[in-house]
Each structure stands twice: as C-alpha cells, then as structure tokens.
C-alpha cells in the first residue's frame, strides 16, 4: 500500500543483542515489527514480548497505540534499533498529524484510528491490508493499516480486508505460533492471498489519496485553504450526516444526495449503527465515496443544497469547542426557521408530563451542543 506520504523511513539494527534481529522497515507498526522478529527467532510474539517485558501482558490491548519509553529503550537495546525509531512507529506519533491535541486524546476510540477492540488478547477487528501486498516480499502492517481513510490499495486496485477469505477471524498476526509465515491466518493457517478480491470504489481511492497527498498541508474545502487537521474534523463531520441519512433513508436526504449527483442505488444502509472507525474496510468505503463527493462540491454547494431540502443544523453532528470556523458556519445556514418553533409553541393541546420532560432533555442537548452554554 504505497502512498505518496511516509510516516518514518525505518531503520536497521545496530550492535543487537538478539542474533536475527530484523529492520524496521518503512511505514511499519511497532507490532508488525515485533511480530517478524519474533517470528524469524522461531517464537510466538507471546514469548517474544514476555521476554523483553516480564510480567507485562503486551497483546492484552492495543500495542500499537502507546508504549512507555522505558519499554521501547528495552527492545532498542535488545534489537538494536534505535528507540526513536520504534517511538516513530507507534500510532501516538502519528496522531499529532490527525488531531490539534494528540495529549488529550481519549482512553476509547480514537478519530480516523480504526478500532480493533481487545479483550483477553483477542480482538473484535482486525489490522486490514491489500491481499495482493501481503503476499509479497518484506511484507508488514504499516501504520496506514490502522487509519480510517484506508479502504483501498492504489497498486491493485483493490479493497484492503480486515478479516481472513475462509474462516472470516480478524488479522490478528500477533496471534501466530512459531514457524507460521507471517502472510498466512492465525487461526486457519489459510494464506492471506487467497481470499476473494473486491475492486477498489474510485471516490474512496480519491478521498484517500487526496488526504494521504495532503497530510502536514493546506488542503482545499471549496475555495478556502485549510489545517489538515480542521479538513479532517470536516470529513469526519460529513461522514456521521452521511451516515445518519442512509440510516433514516428519508426523502429529502435521497433528494440531497441526488443533486449532488450521488446516485441513490449506491447508498446502502450499514448494518451496524457504529461509528466509522468500528466498521470493515468496505463499509468505510461506501461512506468515503459519498464524503468525497460532498467534500469536492464544497461548503456553498453543500448549504445550498440542504437548505432546499429543508435539511435541519441537528444533522451535523459536532463538538463545537473543537469545531472550525467553517463548520460553525454550516451550521449556521442550516439553523432551523423560526416558524417550526412557532408551530409548537402554538398548538392547542398541552403536553403530558413526560413528553414535556423529553422536550426539555432535547433541548438541552442541542444547547450543549452549539456551544450557547
């Protein structure tokens, strides 16, 4: 999965204690890395990391997001590579790029990190990769294995999976046992290469090489140039209206999306309710594809267009204490008139207790939620 931005070059191993200590290649997860040396001294990533680490369980959550200094200057001494390196190749790096405050990032999910959700040392999602490049020679997880806008290979043409073509279980390479190749199933031993292949949606490889050709820039929305990190917050935004509109398939939103010329027989509902990062490689694409779209119309385009519609504020869903300029002023285009405010303050019958209360919930949040209070 080449892109046209690298995370860190790699580097080799000097002076390393371990006797087959391998290279950290370019763009590899510190996991990846992990488990093609544990694998070529003929050990489980288990043991390997049990080694390095007494009494840590390594796998037991995600390894790839954070690890104490104090544990990475051990596998540079070990190794020999230098513990820089190792801290380059972690997924906490990468994120000063994604989000303006990587110190404040939450314990959960993460924006745009795609969720594997460990449990025991077993996991729910997988890491996702092109079958085609796993097969290949030097093959390892880059850490464009775990970002969100991932969904496809630009070298093949095809959609990255998550998940093994003949058992289904999640890639979970760190799960192999001593003497596995590290291209084929944890669990079935199938190789990765040998699942069915899907091809590739050209909007969703136009979002992705859009934002790889983009990170540490000043990306477009419209005419005005943005923070890379302001133009993801606006994707992501997009992402969730993309998604609440599919999952209430209302009249006006297909309207919407055919003006935009989204034709409608490629919306298809996702099944599960759950946020981008949660979803396999071709849900993400469906949603890309329709976000891609209405990020090249621009904001103008996109205002024009909802409030034709009739389209509420309450669809972009946001934090406004993180919210760009730009999205505040969405938001403020699509405000909803005053006369549907009118039509329920002047109805003749009053309102149960109950509805009065969730009246009062509801009006509450949307206060939260634009920032008056």
């Given at each position: 999965m080449v892109t046209?931005?690298?995370?860190?070059?790699?580097?080799?191993?000097?002076?390393?204690?371990?006797?087959?200590?391998?290279?950290?290649?370019?763009?590899?997860?510190?996991?990846?890395?992990?488990?093609?040396?544990?694998?070529?001294?003929?050990?489980?990533?288990?043991?390997?990391?049990?080694?390095a680490w007494p009494g840590f369980r390594a796998w037991a959550s995600d390894l790839g997001r954070t690890v104490a200094e104090n544990?990475?200057?051990?596998?540079?001494?070990?190794?020999?590579?230098?513990?820089?390196?190792?801290?380059?190749?972690?997924?906490?790096?990468?994120?000063?790029?994604?989000?303006h405050r990587p110190d404040r990032l939450p314990r959960g999910n993460w924006p745009w990190l795609t969720v594997l959700g460990c449990r025991g040392g077993h996991h729910s999602g997988g890491l996702q990769c092109c079958p085609d490049c796993i097969a290949q020679y030097n093959s390892r997880y880059c850490i464009q294995s775990r970002l969100a806008w991932h969904t496809c290979c630009p070298i093949h043409g095809v959609e990255l999976v998550d998940r093994c073509g003949r058992c289904l279980a999640p890639l979970q390479p760190e799960q192999l046992r001593a003497g596995a190749m590290f291209s084929d199933c944890h669990r079935c031993g199938a190789a990765l290469s040998g699942g069915a292949r899907s091809p590739a949606a050209e909007a969703a490889l136009a979002f992705q090489r859009y934002v790889d050709e983009s990170i540490?820039?000043?990306?477009?929305?419209?005419?005005?140039?943005?923070d890379f990190r302001d133009w993801l917050t606006i994707a992501r935004t997009m992402v969730s209206f993309a998604q609440v509109a599919i999952r209430r398939h209302s009249a006006a939103a297909g309207r919407f999306f055919e003006s935009l010329g989204i034709p409608l027989e490629s919306i298809q509902p996702i099944p599960l309710g759950l946020p981008l990062e949660y979803l396999s490689p071709a849900e993400r694409s469906v949603l890309l594809s329709i976000v891609w779209v209405i990020m090249s119309a621009g904001p103008q385009t996109f205002i024009e267009a909802a409030r034709h519609e009739s389209l509420p504020a309450s669809t972009l869903h946001f934090s406004p204490n993180s919210a760009p300029p730009v999205l505040l002023d969405l938001v403020a285009a699509l405000r909803s008139p005053r006369h549907h405010l009118m039509s329920v303050v002047g109805r003749e019958h009053t309102s149960s207790p109950a509805q009065t209360l969730r009246m009062w919930l509801r009006l509450k949040r949307k206060v939260r939620r634009r920032g008056i209070c």
């Amino acid at each position: 999965m080449v892109t046209s931005y690298s995370w860190h070059p790699g580097a080799g191993p000097v002076n390393s204690i371990w006797p087959l200590s391998k290279p950290l290649l370019a763009d590899e997860l510190l996991t990846s890395w992990i488990v093609r040396m544990a694998l070529a001294h003929g050990c489980s990533p288990a043991a390997l990391t049990a080694i390095a680490w007494p009494g840590f369980r390594a796998w037991a959550s995600d390894l790839g997001r954070t690890v104490a200094e104090n544990r990475l200057a051990v596998l540079s001494r070990l190794s020999g590579v230098p513990c820089a390196s190792l801290q380059f190749a972690t997924l906490g790096h990468a994120m000063s790029s994604i989000v303006h405050r990587p110190d404040r990032l939450p314990r959960g999910n993460w924006p745009w990190l795609t969720v594997l959700g460990c449990r025991g040392g077993h996991h729910s999602g997988g890491l996702q990769c092109c079958p085609d490049c796993i097969a290949q020679y030097n093959s390892r997880y880059c850490i464009q294995s775990r970002l969100a806008w991932h969904t496809c290979c630009p070298i093949h043409g095809v959609e990255l999976v998550d998940r093994c073509g003949r058992c289904l279980a999640p890639l979970q390479p760190e799960q192999l046992r001593a003497g596995a190749m590290f291209s084929d199933c944890h669990r079935c031993g199938a190789a990765l290469s040998g699942g069915a292949r899907s091809p590739a949606a050209e909007a969703a490889l136009a979002f992705q090489r859009y934002v790889d050709e983009s990170i540490g820039l000043r990306p477009l929305y419209g005419t005005s140039s943005l923070d890379f990190r302001d133009w993801l917050t606006i994707a992501r935004t997009m992402v969730s209206f993309a998604q609440v509109a599919i999952r209430r398939h209302s009249a006006a939103a297909g309207r919407f999306f055919e003006s935009l010329g989204i034709p409608l027989e490629s919306i298809q509902p996702i099944p599960l309710g759950l946020p981008l990062e949660y979803l396999s490689p071709a849900e993400r694409s469906v949603l890309l594809s329709i976000v891609w779209v209405i990020m090249s119309a621009g904001p103008q385009t996109f205002i024009e267009a909802a409030r034709h519609e009739s389209l509420p504020a309450s669809t972009l869903h946001f934090s406004p204490n993180s919210a760009p300029p730009v999205l505040l002023d969405l938001v403020a285009a699509l405000r909803s008139p005053r006369h549907h405010l009118m039509s329920v303050v002047g109805r003749e019958h009053t309102s149960s207790p109950a509805q009065t209360l969730r009246m009062w919930l509801r009006l509450k949040r949307k206060v939260r939620r634009r920032g008056i209070c």
